[in-house]
Every structure is written in structure tokens, then in C-alpha cells.
């Protein structure tokens, strides 16, 4: 056993006694091995009264996922667009030109350059797990959660307690509203266009996963090797 712990580089989670059929002598006979033993706390043994010798071993897995880039998005603004403005503007300057083989090329420059003026291109950065039904609101209210769970943690006094709580509360209740809002108005037209359709209903699933590379440690041959997932998968 202390050779297989030493060839894959197991440690025991578990420091307590588990076994107490002699209880002037009690063992270790239940244990977790792992190699990882950053990835999980809290490990210990509790009385469960479902055993007269044993006390049942546990122990917590922590989890880490890997945050997703922001996204940019390009757009135009067509708040302020004005069909008939833009077309005038657009006529005058063909007019100008005063050339009646006009190239392809130099009519795009003139049209983007009009188009511009009346619809401005537009880029804004969003969360890589930025959800359609997000609005200004929510996120005002979440940034003024997160402050006041810092303010909580550096002074964990009641009133900054009540204060945290009070705005999470808030947030929960606000966060189903506006997922309501944005799924009774959503336009059923979607259901006919599989694309939409995912586009629309996935943030209703969940995508959290773990990305970290974990080596793996293989014995082939009485020779040992220790590669990633990355590398093993190629």
C-alpha cells in the first residue's frame, strides 16, 4: 500500500481514527487517497449512529471554473437614423461626384461615408456569460450587492449583515422578474428557427464546467508517466 501511495503520490485526507471496534485501540481503515489534495477541505469524520464501531468519513470538493472572456460587439446606432435625412444626404452626395461611370468601389465609400454620419458604428464589451434578459437594473443591483458583501466582510458587524442580506434578497427577487418579463415576451416566432430557438432558451441551462488541466500520472512498462489531459488527448 505505502509503495502504491508513493508511485501515484496519494495522501490521506483523513487524519482521524474511523474504526472503534476496540476503542482503546482504534484505527484508520476508512480513508481518502488523492493526489489533489489542494482541491478539497473540510475533510473529517462524524458520528452518524448508523454503526456501533464506525464513524463515516467526508469531505468537501472545490470547485473552480475557468471565467470567460469578454465579449465585444460591434453595432450601429440607428437611434437618431432618419431614412429620409440619410437618402437626401446620399443623393447630394452622388451628385457631387459629377461622374457618370461611377465604380462600384467609389459608390461604396461615398454610401458608407453618409451611412456613417446618420448610423455610427458602435462596440461595447460584455461578460462572456452576459444573459438576454440582463438589463441596466440588475446590473446596478448586483454591483451595489457586491459592495456591500465587501464592506460586510471587512467589518462583520449586524447592521452591515442586515444591510448585505436585505439587497441579495432584493437582487433574487429581482433577477425572477425580469427573467419572467423577458420569457412571456419573448417572441414565439423563435420556436421556427432552431438557431433562435438555442440563442434564446439556453441561458436557461446551465454551462459551468471545469477547464483546469489535470496531470495524470500512468504506469507503463514499470515506467511511470505524467502528462496532462491535453497532451494525452493528442
Known sequence: MKDFCETYNLENLIKEPTCFKNAHNPSSIDVMLTN????????????TGMSDYHKMTISVLKMFFKKKEPVKI??????????????NDLT???RNCNNENLKYDEFK????????????????????????FMCKILSK??????????????????INETKYKRQRNY???LLAKEKRKYYNNLDLRIF??????????KPLFSNKQNNLQKNITLVE???ITSKNNEELKN
Request: proline share 3%; with cysteine; aromatic share 12%.
Open 192 to 201: 421556427n428557427d432552431n438557431k433562435k430557438f438555442w440563442a434564446n432558451i
Open 141 to 158: 443591483a448586483f454591483m451595489h450587492r457586491s459592495k456591500l458583501k465587501n464592506v460586510y466582510n471587512k467589518n462583520p458587524t449586524l
Open 92 to 94: 447630394n452626395s452622388l
Open 109 to 132: 465609400n461615398i454610401f458608407m461615408k453618409t451611412l456613417n454620419s446618420h448610423a455610427p458604428n458602435k462596440k461595447k464589451v460584455v461578460r462572456g456569460n452576459h444573459q438576454p
Open 171 to 173: 437582487c433574487v427577487s
Open 36 to 47: 489533489r489534495k489542494n482541491s478539497f477541505q473540510n475533510s473529517m469524520t462524524i458520528e
Open 74 to 87: 460591434n453595432y450601429r446606432l440607428y437611434k437618431y437614423f432618419n431614412e429620409l435625412n440619410f437618402r
Open 221 to 223: 512498462k514499470e515506467k
